[in-house]
T-cell receptor, first 115, second 112 residues
Framework: GAGVSQSPSNKVTEKGKDVELRCDPISGHTALYWYRQSLGQGLEFLIYFQGNSAPDKSGLPSDRFSAERTGGSVSTLTIQRTQQEDSAVYLC?????????????FGPGTRLTVT | SQKIEQNSEALNIQEGKTATLTCNYTNYSPAYLQWYRQDPGRGPVFLLLIRENEKEKRKERLKVTFDTTLKQSLFHITASQPADSATYLCALVRTGANNLFFGTGTRLTVIP
């Protein structure tokens, strides 16, 4: 079956603009995660959705970052007023159920460059 | 502060040898630990999971150990092949949490 997909694969934007990144998780997976990977850094947790529960936003670095998950499936990560330090690869992952021990399946990522 | 360290940024070994990668953590009480492989330009791919009450897990040429006293996990690839060349990431899930905390990774190169 299809894996996790993300779009766009690359995004170049000017400082101060808003961007939206999209994630399509694996069908039937109730948990969805966003991570950020900067050059030379490890993956940094951003936000976690589990079913229809309120998301765990504890990893969002500032209030310029927000995410939604509509209908328990597709998710959009929005970054407002982008800054150069937002440049990174944004990775989405899904798992069968985040409340249990399951591996996470990652998408290919969106490479964001803020100029 | 909480920290996950992987022994080195890069590791080169000869084909056929065993590669051993180290993951050390501080200030965590992990419920379990996972190892992922990441190739350039791609997302991480799950390899193995080990729970806090397990000492060792094996899968084909891969072996993971987990020592909660030493706060360390070792990841072994036996009979290594050039196709094993990639970055390997360890990740922890804290007790009571749901998200993964990742180390910075070790880039393994297997030399033919």
């Amino acid at each position: 079956g299809a894996g996790v997909s993300q779009s766009p694969s690359n995004k170049v934007t000017e400082k101060g603009k808003d961007v939206e990144l999209r994630c399509d998780p694996i069908s039937g997976h109730t948990a969805l995660y966003w991570y950020r990977q900067s050059l030379g850094q490890g993956l940094e947790f951003l936000i976690y959705f589990q079913g229809n529960s309120a998301p765990d936003k504890s990893g969002l670095p500032s209030d310029r970052f927000s995410a939604e998950r509509t209908g328990g499936s597709v998710s959009t990560l929005t970054i407002q007023r982008t800054q150069q330090e937002d440049s990174a690869v944004y990775l989405c992952a899904s798992s069968l159920d985040g409340r249990e021990i399951h591996e996470q399946y990652f998408g290919p990522g969106t490479r964001l460059t803020v100029t | 502060s909480q920290k996950i360290e992987q022994n080195s940024e890069a590791l080169n070994i000869q084909e056929g040898k065993t590669a051993t990668l180290t993951c050390n953590y501080t200030n965590y009480s992990p419920a379990y630990l996972q190892w992922y492989r990441q190739d350039p330009g791609r997302g991480p791919v799950f390899l193995l999971l080990i729970r806090e009450n397990e000492k060792e897990k094996r899968k084909e040429r891969l072996k993971v150990t987990f020592d909660t006293t030493l706060k360390q996990s070792l990841f072994h690839i036996t009979a290594s092949q050039p196709a094993d060349s990639a970055t390997y990431l360890c990740a922890l899930v804290r007790t009571g949490a749901n998200n993964l905390f990742f180390g910075t990774g070790t880039r393994l190169t297997v030399i033919p």
